[in-house]
């Protein structure tokens, strides 16, 4: 098969892969892994409005960050898996995808996916706060849907901390979004 086409197969999967955390919280139908890095890359276009950011590069970020998942799957600080080894699994997984289109395009996922795991620049540090926010705002939104209030705390206490030194939009996004949690205030339909 063409190593292009085996590219698109691998990122079909993530259409199709449910995120772990939210199957084992028993949600009804949770997000899957693609659903979750589209939004991201949403909030990358159209919500974080930074002239200070490149927000091509941020939307590129948000459409990486993930892929490796296409192969070992979503593994979460729950599934007995070491950060080490989960690491070298997404680095190996990321490697295996990107080899599979141009060698400048697979570069790039490449350099992306790493600059995402240091998290050092103005770009990777936002997506990781808008990967921390996605999660938190799914799981207040699957609290409202199934009718649920506050039976996903654990996923708003594991974020917390990582807020404090966000960007502003993610600290007025994180507090309209706790504010709504706190009075069960639904978003419109």
Not at 98 to 110: A, R, Y
Not at 122 to 136: G, I, Q, Y
Not at 148 to 176: A, C, W, Y
Request: charged letters at 30%.
């Amino acid at each position: 098969m063409d190593t292009e086409l085996d590219f698109l197969n691998f990122i079909s999967k993530l259409k199709h892969l449910d995120r772990t955390g939210w199957v084992q919280m028993g949600v009804k139908k949770p997000e899957s892994v693609a659903g979750h890095m589209y939004r991201m890359a949403v909030m990358s276009a159209f919500i974080i409005d930074d002239p200070s950011l490149d927000a091509s590069k941020c939307i590129k970020l948000s459409l990486v960050h993930d892929m490796g998942e296409s192969i070992i799957g979503d593994i979460t600080p729950h599934d007995g898996v070491d950060v080490l080894t989960k690491q070298k699994l997404e680095v190996d997984a990321v490697s295996k995808i990107s080899g599979l289109i141009s060698k400048n395009k697979g570069e790039e996922i490449q350099r992306l996916f790493e600059e995402y795991e240091n998290g050092e620049t103005p770009e990777a540090k936002l997506v990781k706060d808008l990967d921390r926010f996605d999660m938190v705002l799914q799981a207040y939104e699957y609290e409202r849907s199934e009718n649920k209030p506050k039976f996903l705390q654990q996923f708003f206490d594991s974020t917390r901390e990582h807020f404090k030194n966000s960007h502003p939009k993610i600290k007025e996004l994180v507090s309209k979004l706790n504010d709504a949690r706190e009075h069960g205030i639904p978003f419109s339909q």
